[in-house]
């Protein structure tokens, strides 16, 4: 798979919520700290109850995330796991793959360093968190 050049990263991280108010050259830093990864359909990005400290910034292909409350279907751009980056504590929701899926990774350390650097991105996460809140969720079966 060709890997994704920054300009790339950068245009895309322009259409994440988190980050659509953050200036271009800060996008071009953060965008050499993401890491590609590819998961086929079916494929667990995400597991409900693990701890870890990074998101996932979907850039390509669809998912469905799955939590006590519903489920959520979503296509690229899409933010997935950005909890564990502001609080590492057990997920709370499984993240599957719909379709083939390009996700690019980002650590807490590297969020934290680019959240002290620039405080818009607070506001794109508390606004995040808001719309998440808002959500309209398909209820488990």
Do not use: C, N
């Not at 086929?40 to 469905?64: K, M, P, Y």
């Not at 959520?72 to 504590?89: K, T, Y």
Request: aromatic letters at 4%; charged letters at 30%.
């Amino acid at each position: 798979m060709a890997r994704l050049l920054t300009v790339d990263r950068v245009a895309m991280l322009r259409h994440v919520g988190i980050f659509a108010a953050t200036p271009g050259r800060v996008l071009a830093g953060l965008a050499g700290a993401l890491t590609e990864e590819y998961f086929t359909a079916g494929e667990e990005i995400i597991r409900r109850g693990t701890t870890e400290d990074w998101l996932h910034i979907v850039s390509s292909g669809t998912v469905e995330i799955l939590r006590e409350d519903g489920r959520i279907r979503a296509e690229a751009p899409v933010v997935v796991g950005d909890l564990a980056v502001l609080d590492p504590q057990p997920r709370s929701a499984t993240v599957v793959a719909l379709t083939d899926v390009t996700a690019l990774r980002l650590s807490k350390a590297d969020f934290d360093e680019a959240l002290e650097s620039r405080p818009e991105i607070a506001r794109g996460v508390i606004l995040a968190l808001v719309e998440r809140l808002r959500e309209k969720r398909e209820p488990q079966p």
